[in-house]
């Protein structure tokens, strides 16, 4: 934890935070909430994935766009258009600071004339630098929540600001766990946010399209960090439960030669997953992603070979 926060604070790595219900946290897993220990074993094996991960076939197959985490289709930045338009034209967002500070982008996207335009320049670019420039406006929608995108979204909120992970809370279940995360540079590879410089930002300038200035977004004190696809168990520290006063540590860390931990930043946790494929399938995650490179690949599980 000492390294990791010691580069955070050289830029070398961004530490964020994330709170969510013990009891989703089960049901995704497909483990017994009585058995916390399954529970742990089982998330610092698959991590936490994107709500799109949970989405059953049968409604993604009814989607024209935002099908996989591989979709960066003409249609998809079309949807993005026309729902970022949406909210600019809204009244919800005029309330907010992003309104005053983002002029040139509203006025982009509040012009329907300008669809065509966004949509090809984007198909210009190749899949990886597509895929971030998709993020990095679908970020927009992430944080406005159901106004936006929610289930379909590739994303998962987190903040560098542990107190917002503390804030979170679930109505019909007082047990919590606040995930303690890092993301290691270069951080766009693995995350969105309004409140770091990323060079698909200089893309996005050479493409002549609105990008949102740094800081700003519809809750900017959120502090929002959007990890892309999910939370890797290979970048998780631990977690926090919060309603028992316990922290648990991601187990795969001390497991690890002691010679092998100072590249943790570079390389992340060393996790052994074995039999990856069969495993997922006693979970209730209907497909998941593989990170290859610097692009993300996504897959059915029922696409598998057993």
């Known amino acids: 934890m000492r390294l990791v926060s010691q580069n955070n604070i050289r830029g070398g790595a961004i530490i964020s935070y994330r709170g969510e219900g013990y009891a989703k946290l089960a049901s995704s897993l497909r483990v017994s909430e009585e058995l916390d220990g399954d529970v742990y074993q089982q998330i610092f094996y698959f991590g ?76 210009s670019l190749p899949f990886v630098e597509r895929a971030k420039i998709r993020d990095y406006y679908l970020f927009l929608l992430h944080t406005a929540g159901r106004r936006g995108v929610s289930e379909e979204s590739f994303l998962v909120s987190t903040s560098t600001d542990k107190s917002e992970a503390e804030r979170f809370k679930d109505r019909d279940d007082p047990r919590r766990v606040i995930y303690y995360y890092y993301v290691p540079a270069p951080y766009e590879k693995y995350c969105v946010s309004s409140t770091i410089q990323f060079d698909s930002c200089l893309g996005i300038i050479e493409l002549g399209l609105p990008r949102y200035v740094m800081g700003s977004g519809l809750y900017p004190r959120q502090r929002e960090v959007a990890i892309r696809g999910g939370l890797l168990p290979h970048f998780m520290l631990g977690l926090e439960r919060v309603d028992r006063g316990q922290f648990v540590v991601n187990p795969h860390i001390l497991k690890m030669h002691r010679d092998k931990v100072q590249f943790v930043l570079e390389e992340g946790i060393k996790v052994e997953q074995e039999g990856f494929h069969d495993r997922i399938r006693e979970t209730s995650y209907q497909r998941f992603s593989s990170l290859e490179s610097d692009r993300f690949c996504g897959f059915e599980i029922s696409d598998q070979s057993e």
């Open 48 to 123: 936490n994935k994107a709500k799109h991960y949970l989405e059953h076939k049968e409604i993604v197959s009814k989607r024209f766009c935002l099908t996989s985490v591989e979709d960066v289709s003409g249609e998809t930045f079309e949807y993005i258009f026309n729902k970022i338009a949406v909210l600019a034209k809204h009244v919800y967002l005029r309330g907010f600071s992003f309104w005053r500070d983002n002029p040139a982008l509203i006025q982009y996207f509040t012009n329907l004339k300008n669809r065509d335009d966004f949509c090809l320049k984007a198909q």
